[in-house]
């Protein structure tokens, strides 16, 4: 079967760095994306990686290893926003987006 | 751009009535558009996928008598559901892809409706 996996939770500090894990087995792969929902909104796309390599975005990077069916997001210089759930999703052979959980992502002072 | 308007934002229905959720691409059109479900600290679960001019293609597990889909134009989609329970109640999120459907097409997502039926 397919599946996606990501921490359930993590907490962080403001101002700091945090990674969150994907790792993921699926049919096929063409590609991968990351979203940031807030709690009761709709999901906004972050990133997309297809091919190996470090993705950078601002303050959002995303990595990606397809040999080892694994991506991260890393957020720098944290703030009080970015307290979200993150979404991971792979895109498989058939075209189909298969998600994952979601971490969600807690932000301290 | 890229924008997508989903409309109610949230609605409560009795047990047995039918409530239907717009969804509109405000500046693209969408070919295909997909219905999503999220109940509370779950992920995204498809529940169909609505094409323009014809039957909408529904996920396995997924009562298409019961979640009526309607993609009448470019950029409209509607979802009805009809006769709808208590188990309804959830999160329900629209999105649509702007592009040709290459595979790096992100999907921009309509602000959700939270349904709660009584």
């Known amino acids: 079967g397919q599946n996606i996996d990501q921490p359930t939770e993590m907490t962080a500090t403001e101002g700091a760095i945090v990674q969150i894990n994907c790792t993921y087995q699926?049919?096929?792969?063409?590609?991968l994306f990351w979203y940031q929902q807030h709690a009761g909104e709709a999901p906004t796309f972050l990133s997309y990686?297809?091919l190996d390599g470090l993705e950078e975005k601002g303050r959002f990077s995303s990595f990606l290893s397809r040999s080892k069916g694994y991506s991260y997001l890393l957020l720098k210089e944290l703030q009080m926003k970015d307290s979200a759930s993150y979404l991971c999703?792979?895109?498989?052979?058939?075209?189909?987006?298969?998600w994952g959980a979601g971490t969600k992502l807690i932000i301290k002072p | 751009g890229a924008v997508v308007s989903q409309h109610p934002s949230w609605v409560i229905c009795k047990s047995g009535t039918s409530v239907k959720i717009e969804c509109r691409s405000l500046?693209?059109?969408?070919?295909?558009m997909f219905w999503y479900r999220q109940f509370p600290k779950q992920s995204l679960m498809l529940m169909a996928t609505?094409?323009?001019?014809?039957?909408?293609?529904?996920e396995q597990g997924v009562e298409k008598d019961k979640f009526l889909i309607n993609h009448a134009s470019l950029t409209l989609s509607t979802l009805t559901v009809t006769s709808a329970h208590p188990e309804d109640s959830s999160f329900y999120i629209c999105?649509?892809?702007?592009?040709?459907?290459?595979?790096?097409?992100?999907?921009?997502f309509g602000n959700g409706t939270r349904l709660t039926v009584t």
């Open positions: 999105s649509a892809e702007q592009g040709t459907g290459s595979y790096n097409s992100p999907l921009h």
């Open positions: 500046d693209f059109q969408a070919t295909t």
């Open positions: 609505s094409n323009e001019g014809s039957k909408a293609t529904y």
């Open positions: 699926t049919s096929g792969f063409n590609g």
């Open positions: 990686n297809v």
């Open positions: 999703a792979v895109r498989d052979s058939n075209y189909q987006l298969i």
